[in-house]
């Protein structure tokens, strides 16, 4: 069956350090790859996604992803955290022919000032 | 404004007592999902449809039910069958297709607490 596994379930940082939040999936054929965030008291909402193309990827808020094929990953990235980045990260995959998304465990981050 | 509510934000319950989780929609997208979030499990599909008048079980389906009668409204009944029914409800919608467009669009949130 896919998964996703996120292996850092609670983050702490102090600000302006750089983040890398882990996200490893299981299927061995095409996949889109999309990273959700949840701020205290709102909506998920979409960060960055992976379809095509070139495997490093923008998103919003400075946050970037890359795509590593050959080891099933997804991290995220941040150069240098804020207060404001404290949230619930979700990495969700969609493997194959399916309107469906995996999502992984999510990982809190708590960045102090 | 477009998006997706859920009502009530907070639903509290009696065992053995159905209830109905209320999502609309008003973004046009043909697809609906329901997901369950718990502390460290991440978010659990339970239900989604692709299309009006079908729908599909997602990986915790049992003691759920769903119906898409319209585009904009999928509704989630947790039956008294549902063994932990407490937990954070998440609706949310995307365009069903395979194109770089995708991608799900979620509600507020329904926390029910049954007891």
């Known amino acids: 069956a896919q998964s996703v596994s996120q292996h850092n379930h609670h983050v702490i940082l102090s600000e302006a350090a750089s983040l890398e939040l882990g996200c490893n999936y299981s299927?061995?054929?095409?996949?889109?790859l999309f990273w959700y965030v949840q701020y205290p008291g709102q909506h998920l909402q979409l960060l960055l996604k992976y379809f095509s193309g070139d495997p490093l990827v923008k998103g919003i808020k400075g946050f970037e992803a890359e795509f590593i094929k050959s080891k099933f990953s997804f991290n995220l990235r941040k150069p240098s955290v804020q207060w404001s980045d404290t949230a619930e990260y979700f990495c969700?995959?969609?493997?194959?022919?399916?309107?469906?998304?995996?999502f992984g465990t999510g990982t809190r981050l708590q960045v102090f000032p | 404004d477009g998006g997706i509510t859920q009502s009530p934000k907070y639903l509290f319950r009696k065992e053995g007592q159905n209830v109905t989780l209320s999502c609309e929609q008003n973004?046009?997208?043909?697809?609906m999902y329901w997901y369950r979030q718990d502390p460290g499990q991440g978010l659990r599909l339970i239900y989604y449809s692709q299309i009006v008048n079908d729908f599909q079980k997602g990986d915790i389906a049992e003691g759920y039910s769903v119906s898409r009668e319209k585009k904009e409204s999928f509704p989630l009944t947790v039956t008294s069958a549902q063994k932990n029914p407490t937990a954070f409800y998440l609706c949310?919608?995307?365009?069903?297709?395979?194109?770089?467009?995708?991608?799900?669009?979620f509600g507020p949130g329904t926390r029910l607490t049954v007891t």
């Open positions: 299927y061995g054929g095409t996949v889109n």
């Open positions: 949310a919608s995307s365009i069903a297709a395979r194109l770089e467009l995708y991608e799900q669009y």
């Open positions: 973004l046009n997208h043909d697809a």
């Open positions: 969700a995959v969609n493997a194959g022919n399916t309107d469906k998304l995996i």
